[in-house]
């Protein structure tokens, strides 16, 4: 079998009830919001030196107006929308718990590959004072022009 990337969307994808009733039209919808999906990615893996996917290995369910529905029937029938987002009148303080969890998230993520963020690097450490072209070498391609003032490497 061949090897296939699954985008999931998430919530609000939904296209308006007009689109909705119309099955050239929705198909179109879906369509958009793969190839913007496709494109993103794409960008992302060219720009880390790899190929872009064909359009043919993507799966894209698209299940928007599903929940969207299924949302105006629960409604209708007397249930409350849920509260998914915090709203709060304090901007200031809702950016610093933003940033708060970041930072968290970014720490855990961190630890969890075994960074120490107060350990200083030793020339002996390794890939500390990698050229690029030890970094091709090791990853078997070459690096875009724009990485190679920035040679990192990730050990765990």
């Keep these: ?9 998430g919530r609000s994808q939904a296209s308006d009830d007009e689109i909705a009733r119309d099955p ?8 958009a919001k793969k190839r913007k999906w496709l494109a993103g990615l794409s960008k992302g893996l060219i720009a880390a030196g790899r ?18 529905d299924a949302i105006k029937d629960f409604e209708a029938n007397g249930g409350r929308r849920p509260e998914l987002e915090m709203l709060s009148t304090d901007a200031e303080a809702e950016e610093a718990k933003l940033v708060r969890t970041k930072v968290a998230a970014l720490l855990d993520a961190a630890d969890a590959i075994g960074y120490d963020p107060v350990k ?13 072209r030890d970094v091709e070498q090791e990853i078997g391609s070459e690096m875009p022009s724009s990485c190679q003032s920035c040679v990192v490497r990730c050990s765990s």
């Design 120 to 132: 200083e690097l030793s020339y002996t450490d390794p890939g500390v004072g990698l050229t690029p």
């Design 24 to 31: 050239e039209r929705l198909a179109a919808y879906v369509l």
């Design 51 to 68: 190929s872009a996917l064909d359009e043919s290995q993507v799966v894209f369910p698209f299940y928007g107006n599903t929940f969207a």
């Design 1 to 9: 079998m061949p090897t296939a990337v699954l985008f999931v969307h």
